[in-house]
């Protein structure tokens, strides 16, 4: 970046300015908002930070204070992911304030000017990062009215999400009479200019704005009176982006996607997979690497024996002259005003202004460049959408007293932080905020098999392939042991006594916790070659094995190394190996069903096409009766639980069964076809492929609550799982894992491993999946990338 950069320049500090905020030392202006002043710092090691303060206008008000604090703390919590960590904060005292790292990055408003109309994957990344964390406040109800040019960052790795609440996006802030604080917002969506309260499609609308206007340059509505009532300006949006951004700007809030399922149709793998490689235009490059540089050269003062500055080094000095800096952090980042009169004027020419308008308006970092004046078209007099007032959210217009409404959580009126001690605290479990990943531990790629994973005794996750098995902690993710003798192509199994049984070529291995050695070999029944496990109880084991060119299911005691029976069972459409699973276990049989792969031209034709079950004495093996259920076909999703119940997915709708009179006992309508459900707590938890969750009474049929996962719609139904204490149900699919209150629905959060995993990690391709739940929490697993998380 040379001298033409339309980026903010680094302004020297004035008089009045801080020079120390508890460790770090001020060097220079970086840019003023409405409400805040940021400051370029570095700390005792020199690093580089960027502190946030206050104007000195605002304070000393309590009200802005208490929402200063809030949002600080809001960050904090969403800390991870695209919201960057913060590095201290310390809202006591005359002058509170925050640091977090310093990142190159560039505003989304300075990004346009400089590139002009951003490319299509660019915006894809852009837009998936920002639904991703939308997501994550949404999963609570609540709004983040975050979203402007000015608050959203693009960095090297992806886009920044800056602003937690109406601070950090403010267009102006100023106090009023009685200590209340006006805050004001640069853009209205139509249910607000109806007077109507906000909520979270507000947000998802004001995501299409800032898509739209990435993808054209240009706002797609010209004004407040557009949004209410004219159709958006969407001509130049890309082709595959059009129908997404059109849907985001619906002026009824009902017709607009949530915010996961707008992440998912942007960037199905996540925002951050989609960004490796590279994901800015060069020049937007080329003007990170120039920032970069510059802050890189700015030199800390000397000072006196009583801590005056004397001397700035001349390469600081030479940096106060014109050159780009913006930076990435946590707390809200509003626009910018334009640069004290001190500043030189020839520091930056005027960049192009956005049109006045929901994106632009008069003021802030995107409707002229710092240093220059406003166009003349630009409103001198508040507009339309400056003026509505009373808003319950407490959101453009309105005037925050003592009771100012923090947008993401109910926070607000707590007491702000009385220790001004600058230190890092921990975040604490908050509504919509998923849970910090407690380790991620990368299984090496294998082409050998597939990859299974089982918890043993709450503290061990043991994946198989066919080429080894390793043990991993489930309290630090640590690896710590993987054993080639102990490989298998199947699951491993917990037993009942504690035990881990694995399946091998040459037979079953019971192995030792501490090092994965075989504590005992207990080789299949002469000449047999297992082909699957099909389910255990207690000690004991079913499975499929071949022997002579037959197929039989063995029932097999691991305590006593014994075959308990054996009973033949078709063979199987070649080349498959008729594989069996055991869907529901009583007293006194078991029940299964084939693996449809295997099955032969004869099975489906004698079943006209339904799906065949099979009772089976568990005592002695005798076929007590084979019959199908139903309408359910061999390829619906099939489960059932340890009181003989059968849930079976068909036509449209799941429908349970008793297997001991063999009679429907009920059935749950749906529009979608279900997945497979899960009996845990005395309910049933099952999800369908519109991505709803249902709560269900395993004995009547009666949905006690259904919710949405706000993930988008399609593909397979979610996978269902229920924690350890059946407190939490896990609903995992392509997209996400969300997390729902098992009592009464409420969805706590929602976790995407964008932005967790390091670059090339994992298979971002693959679905969610919730493997294992214990005690210690819920491993979520992605490809090859298993993640610790603390659930409860």
């Known amino acids: 970046m040379g001298p033409s950069s339309p980026l903010q320049p680094i302004g020297p500090l004035r008089d009045g300015d801080p020079r120390r ?23 005792g090691a020199g690093a580089p930070v960027v502190v946030t303060a206050p104007q000195p206008s605002l304070a000393e008000l309590p009200a802005f204070r208490r929402r200063f604090a809030a ?29 977090t790292p310093y990142v190159p990055a560039l505003t989304l408003g300075e990004a346009v000017a400089l590139a002009g109309p951003l490319p299509g994957r660019t915006v894809r990344v852009l837009g998936a990062g920002l639904a991703e964390t939308l997501a994550r406040v949404h999963a609570t109800g609540a709004v983040l009215h975050g979203l402007a040019p000015g608050t959203v960052l693009l960095a090297a790795d992806g886009p920044r999400l800056t602003a937690f609440g109406a601070l950090g996006a403010a267009e102006s802030a100023e106090a009023r009479a009685g200590g209340q604080l006006s805050v004001r917002l640069g853009y209205l969506t139509p249910e607000q200019v109806a007077g109507h309260e906000p909520g979270p499609p507000s947000d998802v609308f004001v995501l299409g704005l800032l898509l739209a206007y990435a993808a054209t340059g240009t706002p797609p509505l010209a004004d407040a009176d557009a949004i209410a009532d004219a159709e958006p300006a969407l001509g130049d949006v890309p082709e595959d982006l059009c129908p997404l951004i059109a849907r985001c700007l619906a002026k009824a809030p009902e017709d607009r996607p949530g915010a996961g399922e707008a992440a998912a149709a942007l960037a199905l793998e996540g925002a951050s997979a989609l960004a490796r490689g590279g994901w800015l235009p060069d020049r937007l490059v080329e003007a990170l690497d120039g920032q970069a540089a510059r802050v890189a050269a700015l030199r800390m003062p000397e000072e006196d024996a009583e801590g005056r500055t004397v001397r700035v080094g001349r390469q600081a000095r030479r940096d106060a002259a014109p050159g780009g800096l913006v930076v990435a952090r946590p707390a809200g980042v509003p626009a910018p005003a334009a640069p004290p009169a001190s500043a030189p004027a020839s520091a930056a020419p005027p960049a192009p202004a956005l049109p006045p308008g929901p994106l632009g308006g008069g003021r802030g970092p995107d409707a002229a460049s710092p240093g220059a004046a406003a166009p003349a078209s630009a409103p001198t007099a508040p507009s339309r959408r400056g003026l509505l007032t009373g808003l319950a959210a407490g959101v453009t217009g309105a005037v925050l007293g003592g009771g100012g409404v923090l947008a993401l959580t109910s926070g607000d009126d707590a007491p702000p932080r009385t220790d001004a001690k600058p230190a890092a605290r921990p975040r604490p479990a908050v509504p919509g905020v ?31 392939t066919d080429a080894h098995a390793t043990a991993v902690d489930l309290a630090t993710g640590r690896r710590l042991w993987q054993r080639a003798e102990a490989a298998s192509a199947h699951r491993a199994v917990p037993l009942a006594d504690g035990r881990l049984l694995v399946a091998g070529g040459d037979g079953f291995r019971l192995l030792t916790p501490a090092d994965g050695s075989a504590a005992r070999r207990m080789p299949y029944p002469d000449g047999v070659r297992l082909s699957s496990v099909a389910g255990n109880s207690g000690t004991v084991v079913w499975f499929t094995g071949t022997l002579a060119s037959r197929t039989y299911l063995f029932a097999y005691d691991t305590a006593r190394a014994r075959e308990l029976w054996r009973v033949q069972v078709p063979n199987g459409r070649p080349p498959f190996t008729p594989v069996h699973e055991v869907l529901a276990l009583r007293p006194d049989a078991l029940v299964f069903r084939q693996d449809p792969r295997s099955l032969t031209a004869a099975q489906v034709k004698a079943a006209k096409g339904l799906a065949v079950f099979y009772a089976h004495d568990r005592a002695t093996g005798a076929r007590r009766w084979f019959r199908p259920f139903g309408a359910a076909r061999p390829g619906d999703a099939v489960s059932g639980d340890a009181s003989g119940r059968l849930y079976t997915a068909a036509e449209g709708g799941l429908h349970a069964f008793d297997t001991r009179t063999r009679r429907p006992l009920w059935r749950l309508r749906a529009t979608a076809a279900f997945g497979r459900a899960q009996v845990a707590a005395g309910a049933l938890y099952v999800a369908d492929r519109s991505r709803t969750v249902y709560a269900v009474d395993p004995a009547t049929g009666r949905a006690r609550w259904r919710r949405g996962t706000e993930s988008a719609a399609g593909g397979d139904a979610p996978g269902v799982t229920v924690s350890a204490s059946g407190r939490t149900v896990l609903a995992a699919d392509a997209a996400q894992v969300t997390a729902f209150a098992a009592g009464d629905g409420r969805r706590l959060w929602q976790f995407q491993d964008a932005g967790v995993q390091e670059p090339g990690a994992g298979d971002t391709s693959a679905a969610y999946g919730v493997p294992a739940v214990g005690a210690a929490g819920a491993v979520v697993r992605r490809g090859r990338t298993f993640y610790g998380l603390p659930v409860e």
């Open 21 to 43: 905020c508890g460790p770090y030392t001020l060097l220079a202006r970086v840019r003023e908002s409405a409400s805040a002043v940021r400051y370029l710092a570095r700390d």
């Open 434 to 464: 998923p849970p910090q990943p407690r380790w991620a531990y990368q299984h090496p790629a294998t082409a050998r098999s597939v990859l299974h994973a089982a918890a043993w005794r709450d503290r061990i996750l043991v994946l198989t």
């Open 71 to 99: 949002e600080a703390r809001t960050a904090e919590r969403l800390a991870g992911g695209w919201v960057p960590e913060p590095l201290a904060t310390a809202v006591d005292g005359p002058f509170p304030w925050t640091a």
